[in-house]
């Protein structure tokens, strides 16, 4: 990086004033490039939500990955699960569908609980967010549907709520659900997919020290899965005459487009590459690494409007990845050139002047005492 900043800025730095550059000024210039990023991609739209999904403004994916960082770090930035000496950061992204991109960013510790890295509030209001395990809490369901919103969740294994309504009528001899715990209710079952209705029963947040039990209903589906041999079953709040219960399934299965966001952010944009023990450093790379995606998201737009409508399934969001960043380096002296700076011979072969030297003045070369 240091290489890449004497190239482009025509400026020989030492080692230690490079270093100085990363302050908590530049962190929060950073940070401020990447929300500024996410609000002038939200106002372009990279997909279209089909006919099924039309009422809804969009669909979100909110989950976290972690970065491991120096094991010296160890104290300052503690990691969740380990016995060693280890420390790690958690980034908590919200993702939008329709934009494909991200709609918030934040850095957390570790140890942090996920429900603490989202906060639910008017914002989601016709959305559909799609959240794993790690936000399962009836309280925050709640929330999410008192605010307009919608989700789609697994439901825990041990989870056991009662059935209030079915939402299809079965031919034949059928059992009766309604009145019955989920629990009593799939082993019996011999029909592909359950979908009903049920009633859960949870405490608010503390009011003055006291927690108010409260209940309420949503929608349960459940769908036999032949390879595992059991029951995948869902949350949600999306009604039956909207999406078919295997339509619910699918819906959570795009949660993967997020997984894939982050191997993006890892393998091809250095989001793990943070082998310093510098607080400063570690965070403004974090925030680097964002802004190179949001500066392909961007690209990958344009690339798009030049071709409406062809072939748009095939530019994979991984393949693009490896491609923008094989010649991210021609895409900057393309900026550069529109900045006014041009690349040169001579600032090349001052980089090459500067960083060829072995910084260890005094290190011995075995050659030495033979060429030179």
Known sequence: MKRSYEKEAHEKLSDSSWYYRFTPELVEFLKACVLHGIEYLAQEQSYNLNKKLFQFRDVLIQDSTIVRLHSSLAKLYPAARSKGEAAGL??????????????????????????????????????????????????????????????????????????????????????????????????????????????????????????????????????????????????????????????????????????????????????????????????????????????????YFNVRKIHPGKNIVRFTQLRWSIIFAENADDQLTLILRYLGITRTWETLAGVYDSQALDPHVNRERFRAEWWA
Not at 164 to 179: F, P
Not at 227 to 239: A, F, L, P, S, V
Not at 282 to 296: Q, Y
Request: proline share 3%; net charge positive.
């Open 90 to 299: 958690k980034i908590a992204v919200l993702v939008s569908a329709v934009g494909n991109t991200p709609e918030s960013v934040a850095i957390h510790n570790e140890r942090t609980n996920e429900l603490k890295t989202i906060k639910v509030g008017p914002w989601i209001k016709g959305k559909i967010l799609l959240i794993d395990l790690g936000f399962y809490k009836y309280q925050l369901f709640a929330r999410i549907a008192e605010n307009g919103g919608f989700l789609v969740s697994r439901l825990k294994d041990n989870s056991n709520p009662m059935i209030i309504k079915a939402n299809r009528s079965w031919r034949g001899q059928s059992i009766d659900v309604c009145g019955a715990y989920l629990q009593d209710v799939l082993p019996k079952l011999k029909r592909q997919i359950l979908d009903v209705e049920i009633e859960v029963s949870f405490k608010r947040r503390a009011y003055k020290g006291v927690k108010r039990p409260d209940t309420h209903r949503f929608r349960l589906v459940a769908i036999y899965n032949d390879e595992d041999e059991k029951y995948h079953t869902y949350i949600t709040n999306i009604n039956s005459d909207i999406l078919e219960p295997e339509d619910i399934g699918k819906l959570y299965g795009a949660r993967w487009d997020i997984e894939l966001m982050f191997k993006e952010l890892k393998s091809r944009y250095a989001l793990d590459a943070l082998d310093t023990k510098n607080p400063l450093i570690i965070e403004a790379l974090i925030w680097v690494a964002i802004l190179t995606l949001l500066v392909s998201r961007r690209t």
